[in-house]
């Protein structure tokens, strides 16, 4: 699975838009963006994947660059709930198994 | 619908000793994996089950082993405990046999080794 590179960590205000940032540089036309975010103390919590297209769900909006080297994820009005360290991961279609966790992003929203 | 559940959520074990971790899966997820998470080491996985066999391994030692049960539900095993092995232990699920389905997670078994 391809490599992913995020900023170790980020500042947000309350209400305002949190972009996190992605860099995949190395992934493969068969290889999904996957994200994740884990506040302290509890499990991941899948957030958003995507391929190819923006997606967009009740949580977030994913952005993938027409080239698909890099990818944000969007948290549109964020909350102090969204604290969390938040993980960016490139993952082949269609494969099971195991999701490779790099270090993430930590991004701390301040009232 | 619940999600994936852990029990215990802590544990206390002393050296030497051997522990079973449990973990039920959403239900109708048949594809169970497990992952280790260490402030030092962060979030490495140990393996994967499906239709009872283990179908994919993480770079661990023997002492780590698992199985899966005919409803899906899977215990994961740590034998002759090490220091090193206090960690949060976490069980994930998913729609086997599915493109680009999502694992989703539990929130964990924290294990501490004295």
């Known amino acids: 699975d391809a490599k992913t590179t995020q900023p170790p960590s980020m500042d947000c205000a309350e209400g305002r838009a949190a972009n996190l940032p992605c860099n995949h540089s190395t992934i493969s036309g068969n290889e999904y963006v996957y994200w994740y975010r884990q506040i302290h103390s509890q499990g991941p919590q899948y957030i958003i994947h995507?391929?190819?297209n923006n997606e967009t769900n009740e949580m977030a909006s994913l952005i993938i660059t027409e080239d698909r080297k890099s990818s944000t994820l969007i948290l549109p009005h964020a909350t102090l709930r969204d604290t969390a360290v938040y993980y960016c991961i490139v993952r082949v279609r269609g494969s099971q198994g195991n999701l490779i966790f790099g270090k993430g992003t930590k991004l701390s929203v301040k009232p | 619908k619940a999600g994936v559940t852990q029990t215990p959520r802590y544990l206390i074990k002393t050296r030497g000793q051997q522990v079973t971790l449990s973990c039920s899966p959403i239900s109708g997820h048949r594809s169970v994996s497990w992952y280790q998470q260490t402030p030092g080491q962060g979030l490495q996985f140990l393996f994967e089950y499906f239709s009872e066999t283990q179908r994919n391994k993480g770079n661990f030692p023997g002492r780590f082993s698992g199985r899966q049960f005919s409803n899906s539900r899977s215990e994961m095993n740590v034998s002759t405990l090490e220091l090193g092995d206090s960690a949060l232990y976490l069980c994930?699920?998913?729609?086997?046999?599915?493109?680009?389905?999502?694992?989703?997670f539990g929130d964990g078994t924290r294990l501490s080794i004295l």
């Open positions: 994930a699920s998913s729609l086997a046999g599915q493109e680009a389905q999502p694992q989703h």
């Open positions: 995507g391929l190819k």
